[in-house]
């Protein structure tokens, strides 16, 4: 049989458009690590980035909604314009500051009491004892060396003293924490409870009935009693400035779980995804709200976390992968202004999409429309902004080699997005590192690791 050797297709490589039209379509609608700007760093970073492809165990959260579709419908439109003018920014009403004093602020204990008080411990001690008599049976044949005793608030309390003590001191395990050896032990872990009696708590540590399970469809169920108990202490205790950053963070965590997101581009890959708002200035944490992977759109999300600050003319400053122009006009409405980068399909107007590829460095270039500032500025590439916080104008920045001119509202971006970043960097200091196959505890552990740092 005669074999003819096979016609091989030549390759065809993409060129440089089709390349950025690739980057720029649907599928960038998902978290991506924004890079912010320094001195020492290309001012365009603050849009830029890898792609980061998230996925969940069971469903992807909904990132475009139908009104944001919409606002790239209203972008279209002649409402953009080229006239520039100072948004309406109204008067702040946020009343910001500590709302709680505690009696004495110089004792270290009465600034803990606002965010761990008796009821907080009350309820970690009923819902232990309670989880020890749904599961005696398996717990007696585990630990038949010390019998159980219903755990004490003064117990407990002592337990998270042992728990904090151990993020600030290292050791390779945890029985060296109660070791003898005078090179190794750390006397006061064993004048406050034995070694047994911490491993007892720790295995039956819980945070709601898992008899009242069936009855909810939360997935957060087992850990929502604790998570309330902290948000409303975040909420109450301080209120934060005006300046506002919306960040995500990510709790490590590699086992079994539907609301398990990856992320190949971040250093953390799998975990549990958390959306923090925090000051910008301190990093206070002012709420945050876990990705359960039910299926809620973007927009939604975003109006459930910024949920304590709306109608108070607050300044939200976040990343490209919240910003469209149909969110930015519907927090407009509630009184919160935004300010970060966009991506070029979540509104932008043709002719700026358009106008913005014949930009040379350090040339700029903008569309409003009303309150809302669309306006794109090229260093070593086009940063694209929105913002209804900022006019068109530039401000001079000192750069390594000299001043730089660059719009304000990249500037001012560069300086308020920060607040995630330096509330991820102290909570990495001192972390709390009990090891668990549980992702209740884990979560847990973040959450009192966050009041600490509050």
């Known amino acids: ?44 970073e603050c849009g830029r980035g890898k792609q980061k492809i998230v996925t969940t165990d069971s469903e992807n959260e909904s990132d475009r909604s139908s009104d944001e579709c919409a606002g790239s419908n209203i972008a279209g439109t002649a409402t953009w314009g080229k006239v520039d003018k100072m948004p309406a920014l109204g008067q702040f009403t946020g009343n910001p ?77 945890l029985k060296e924490y109660w070791s003898t050896d005078p090179f190794l032990g750390i006397p006061i872990f064993g004048k406050l409870m034995s ?37 409303q202490k975040f909420h109450t ?49 002012g709420n945050l709200e876990i990705y359960s992977g039910e299926g809620k759109k973007l927009q939604e999300t975003i109006l459930s976390i910024l949920e304590p600050n709306l109608d108070q003319n607050y300044h939200v400053y976040q990343d490209n992968y919240y910003n469209s122009v149909a969110t930015t006009e519907h927090l407009f409405l509630r009184k919160v202004h935004g300010c970060g980068t966009i991506r070029v399909n979540r509104g932008l107007p043709p002719d700026l999409k358009e106008e913005c590829k014949s930009l ?14 669309l306006q794109s500025w090229r260093d070593t590439r086009v940063v694209n902004m929105i913002s209804t916080v900022h006019n068109s104008s530039m401000v001079d920045v000192q750069r390594r080699h000299g001043q730089l001119k660059k ?3 990249i500037s ?4 308020f997005i920060k607040g995630g970043d330096r509330a991820d960097q102290y909570l990495t200091y001192y972390s709390l590192p009990w090891k668990t196959v549980k992702w209740t505890k884990k979560v847990a552990l973040l959450l009192i690791n966050c009041a600490i740092f509050n």
């Not at 001012?412 to 300086?415: F, L, P, T, Y």
């Open 1 to 44: 049989m005669d074999q003819r050797p096979k016609r091989l297709t030549p390759k065809r490589f993409l060129g440089e458009q089709e390349i950025s039209d690739f980057f720029s379509d649907e599928l960038s609608d998902v978290p991506c690590e924004s890079a912010s700007d320094s001195d020492s760093q290309s001012d365009s």
């Open 97 to 173: 500051g500590v709302k709680q004093i505690p009696s004495d602020p110089t004792q270290v204990s009465e600034v803990a009491e606002l965010f761990f008080g008796d009821s907080f411990f009350d309820m970690l001690c009923q819902e232990t004892n309670r989880y020890y008599l749904q599961h005696c049976e398996h717990y007696d044949r585990s630990y038949k060396e010390l019998k159980w005793v219903d755990v004490t608030s003064a117990e407990m309390r002592k337990f998270f003293a042992i728990t904090f003590l151990i993020g600030h001191t290292r050791r390779d395990n």
């Open 195 to 231: 070694h047994k009696i911490s491993e007892q708590i720790w295995w039956c540590l819980h945070f709601n009935d898992n008899e009242l399970q069936p009855q909810s469809t939360s997935r957060l169920f087992k850990i929502q009693p604790l998570l309330n108990v902290f948000v």
């Open 237 to 285: 205790v301080y209120k934060p400035n005006q300046q506002l950053s919306l960040d995500e963070s990510v709790i490590p965590w590699r086992g079994r779980l539907r609301m398990r997101t990856y992320n190949p581009g971040k250093l953390t890959k799998y975990g549990l995804l958390v959306r923090v708002v925090t000051e910008s200035t301190s990093g206070y944490i």
């Open 360 to 373: 040379k460095r350090g040339e700029t270039t903008f569309r409003r429309k009303g309150d809302i500032l």
């Open 407 to 409: 719009p304000v509202c």
């Open 412 to 415: 001012e971006h560069n300086m």
